[in-house]
């Protein structure tokens, strides 16, 4: 079993987009919405992409790609 310890707050880019985002509404929240979770997304691949020799990533990027 993985000992992993979880964040108890965002940091601090994460905490600007969601400031951000709270400001916008309609079509510019949706836009800019939409880029915040592609680059996210792109983020988790990349970081499993280089997941290597870590059966736990390589296991975790299995489960949930």
Avoid: C, N, W
């Avoid at 965002?10 to 510019?28: I, P």
């Avoid at 680059?39 to 390589?58: M, N, P, Q, R």
């Amino acid at each position: 079993q993985q000992q992993i310890s979880l964040p108890s707050s965002l940091d601090a880019q994460h905490q600007a987009l969601k400031q951000k985002l709270a400001a916008l509404r309609g079509a510019e929240f949706d836009q800019e919405y939409a880029k915040a979770m592609e680059a996210g997304h792109e983020d988790a691949v990349a970081l499993f992409e280089g997941a290597g020799d870590d059966e736990f990533k390589v296991q975790l990027a299995r489960q949930t790609f």
